[in-house]
Nanobody, 112 residues
């Protein structure tokens, strides 16, 4: 059974940084496409970043240059490094892999 457990969210001031973690079990992140999505109140869930088995990465235009997705194969964990955070980055962040496995989410709040 595939399980994804996110952590690392919290309250941060604008301009600050956070690193989210997604610990996976039942699947090897090395061979999977792993994604980070986010959903803000009243908005649709949106793709933030993705990493393929070949280590290709893709980012939403709104986070390019500020967020970095990576993985640690030994820890079977995927990360989302978030820098220069803005209030509009406030959302519940989810880890996802195919076909339809989701974590429970971790809340990120950017506010002064």
């Amino acid at each position: 059974q595939v399980q994804l457990v996110e952590s690392g969210g919290g309250l941060v001031q604008p301009g600050g940084s956070l690193r989210l973690s997604c610990a996976a079990s039942g699947i090897s992140v090395r061979f999977a496409v792993m994604d980070w999505y986010r959903q803000a109140p009243g908005k649709q869930r949106e793709l933030v970043a993705a990493i393929t088995s070949g280590s290709s990465t893709n980012y939403a235009d709104s986070v390019k240059g500020r967020f970095t997705i990576s993985r640690d194969n030994a820890k079977n964990t995927v990360y989302l490094e978030m820098n220069s955070l803005k209030p509009e980055d406030t959302a519940l962040y989810f880890c996802h892999t195919f076909p339809t496995y989701w974590g429970q989410g971790t809340q990120v709040t950017v506010s002064s």
